[in-house]
């Protein structure tokens, strides 16, 4: 057997595995084995399916308030741009028409993006303006320019795809708005962000964030006492996102007023949110974090996490006190996904049972995400 044999053959089982556990009897919810997190070959099947083709979130669309502000992001093989231009937000191919430069770094404002190179120069809608000495006959300035990825926002966020039929996003997202619509995410402000690389698989995060089940053991002096594990509760979900709610014990002081439109119940929880494949998000009445993550080896994630709020209900202090708090909070579960991921390469990794629907059944809604994902057809066989 060659080894892309064995790697076909894993894949196939592991997807066999998948599948039995998005069918497994609804009172016995199971968690997959330890080589979904650790396989090489496994992440990069899925480095070239499930996550090229769907939606990531890059950030908010405020982060880029003025014309010519910009922001420059590795997503999977591809570096981009994400730019605001006259008219709206594009994201751009960050790799120069000309011999494969990057063009741009960080973060930054421009009229015009600069190759380091050899000054080929572009329009921040990705035209080509400038190419010095290019005399050549076959070679047309106005014909070149670089390439538009499809992005779409919602709620304040831009998304980003990288296959070019990307899948419905209004579909995939049907029913958030019942989730989320009334603290009026559009409306928070951002008021922080911040980049680390952590030593963990990009789905450990994705289910870490998704379930209250270990929020009293892991952070019982940052969140146990606003977010106890035993009020959570199951939310919505929809055919590409899932939710839960993270409820506050009565008598706790107010976290705001928030949107107008919220009930006492909304005001009195956090509402925790994922847009599979790599968004996790938690709103509540002032204040929204969302995390995009993007995967870089099969035991290594890029995480930026934004910090949004709504109105001028918090002041200096207490913002900074949040992040703080957020900034800890990340800490207590980074340690503990560092720390699994090097347990899961054993072969008694075998996959445990899940709590009830309430502590992980957003873990079952992923996987199940993921059983269904691996039904779709392949790029190659949609033309993309
Ligand atoms: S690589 Fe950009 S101008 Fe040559
Ligand atoms: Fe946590």
């Given amino acids: 057997m060659t080894d892309n044999d064995m790697m076909i053959q894993q894949v196939t089982e592991m997807r066999s595995e998948l599948a039995q556990i998005a069918n497994a009897p609804a009172d016995a919810p ?28 890059v950030g908010r669309a405020d982060e880029l308030a003025n014309v010519g502000d910009y922001r420059a992001i590795q997503l999977l093989d591809e570096p981009l741009i994400v730019v605001r231009d006259t008219d709206r937000i594009k994201v751009l191919s960050n790799v120069c028409r000309h011999r494969g430069m990057p063009l741009v770094k960080d973060t930054g404002n421009a009229k015009r993006f600069v190759c380091s190179y050899h000054a080929w120069t572009y329009g921040t ?13 076959s070679f047309d300035v106005k014909s070149c320019r670089l390439p538009e990825i499809v992005s779409q926002q919602r709620f304040g966020f831009v998304y980003v795809c990288l296959d070019s039929t990307p899948p419905d996003l209004d579909k995939a997202l049907a029913g958030l708005e019942t989730v989320i619509g009334h603290y009026q995410p559009e409306r928070f402000r951002i008021v922080h962000t911040a980049t680390e690389i952590w030593k963990t698989n990009w789905k450990c995060l994705v289910e870490n964030f998704m379930e209250g089940y270990h929020l009293s053991v892991v952070h019982p002096e940052t969140l146990h006492g606003y977010t106890p594990t035993g009020l959570s509760k199951k939310g919505p979900s929809g055919d590409g996102f899932t939710s839960y709610f993270a409820k506050y014990p009565q008598g706790i002081e107010s976290r705001g007023q928030g949107a107008p439109d919220l009930d006492d119940d909304e005001r009195s929880r956090s509402s925790l949110f994922s847009v599979f494949p790599c968004q996790v998000a938690s709103v509540a009445a002032s204040l929204l974090v969302s995390l995009s993550i993007r995967p870089l080896k099969v035991d290594e994630i ?57 502590y992980e059944g957003t ?19 949609r033309g993309a």
């Fill in 125 to 137: 809608d990705g035209a080509l303006l400038r190419a010095a000495r290019m005399k050549n006959a």
């Fill in 30 to 57: 199971r968690g997959p084995s330890g080589r979904f997190y650790t396989d090489p070959a496994y992440f990069d099947y899925k480095r070239k399916t499930v996550l090229r083709r769907n939606w990531h979130c």
């Fill in 363 to 381: 873990v079952f809604d992923f996987l199940a995400w993921q059983a269904r994902q691996d039904m779709a057809p392949e790029p190659a066989t």
């Fill in 302 to 358: 890029e995480v930026t996490w934004t910090m949004s709020t709504f109105g001028d209900e918090l002041d200096g202090d207490t913002i900074e006190k949040r992040i703080s708090l957020w900034e800890e909070v990340n800490r207590e579960d980074r340690e503990k996904l560092e720390l699994m991921q090097t347990a899961l390469s054993s072969v008694h990794a075998t996959g445990g049972p899940l709590a009830g629907a309430d």
